[in-house]
T-cell receptor, first 112, second 111 residues
Framework: DQQVKQNSPSLSVQEGRISILNCDYT??????FLWYKKYPAEGPTFLIS?????DKNEDGRFTVFLNKSAKHLSLHIVPSQPGDSAVYFC???????????FGTGTSLTVIP | EAGVAQSPRYKIIEKRQSVAFWCNPI?????LYWYQQILGQGPKLLIQ????????DSQLPKDRFSAERLKGVDSTLKIQPAKLEDSAVYLC?????????FGPGTRLTVT
């Protein structure tokens, strides 16, 4: 049972444009969400997080939006850079410290 | 700050053989996780330790997988005997907050 879903396996974007990566979840108890970035042959690295008390969190070029009623979150990267090309995973947990459930990932390619 | 260390980075074994993976978390991190990531899927939690106690091992196939965390620091994950479907990347992560720090992973190929 996939509780966190990333329905787009891949995304291609021109350099300088906006990248929007989407994530949906089914468990209404999830209250903490993270985005990870993964390069080949490396472990995932933390990118940005958001708790359910917020609907937006921003860190430089990265912004995460949370829509609790729709059980949907998205990651916006503006402007996109070639170095952003990687696989992006969203993850969710109910009560921080508990198990995180990961999506299947979206492979982003930023075209120079 | 040193990151999460894992070894080996790659391992190829035949089915029914045994294999062990090692993880050294970030110093001071009380929580340690082992994940299995099959190609094309997201990481799936196998076991979570808090210090040297098990918090969650509900998805660990206990008939063949075992894990321990010695003195609340290093951890080993063992598979005995391995099956073809165990081919995956095994990721170790540690945390002292909700944010997890991942190691580079061990890629296991079972032939």
């Amino acid at each position: 049972d996939q509780q966190v879903k990333q329905n787009s396996p891949s995304l291609s974007v021109q350099e300088g444009r906006i990248s929007i990566l989407n994530c949906d979840y089914t468990n209404s108890m999830f209250d903490y969400f993270l985005w990870y970035k993964k390069y080949p042959a490396e472990g995932p690295t933390f990118l940005i997080s958001i708790s359910s008390i917020k609907d937006k969190n921003e860190d430089g070029r990265f912004t995460v939006f949370l829509n609790k009623s729709a059980k949907h979150l998205s990651l916006h990267i503006v402007p996109s850079q070639p170095g952003d090309s990687a696989v992006y995973f969203c993850a969710a947990s109910a009560n921080t410290g508990n198990q995180f459930y990961f999506g299947t990932g979206t492979s982003l390619t930023v075209i120079p | 700050e040193a990151g999460v260390a894992q070894s080996p980075r790659y391992k190829i074994i035949e089915k029914r053989q045994s294999v062990a993976f090692w993880c050294n978390p970030i110093s001071g991190h009380a929580t340690l996780y082992w994940y299995q990531q099959i190609l094309g899927q997201g990481p799936k939690l196998l076991i979570q330790f808090q210090n040297n106690g098990v918090v969650d091992d509900s998805q660990l196939p206990k008939d063949r997988f075992s894990a321990e965390r010695l003195k609340g620091v290093d951890s080993t994950l063992k598979i005995q005997p391995a099956k073809l479907e165990d081919s995956a990347v095994y990721l170790c992560a540690s945390s002292s907050s909700p944010r997890q720090y991942f190691g580079p992973g061990t890629r296991l190929t079972v032939t």
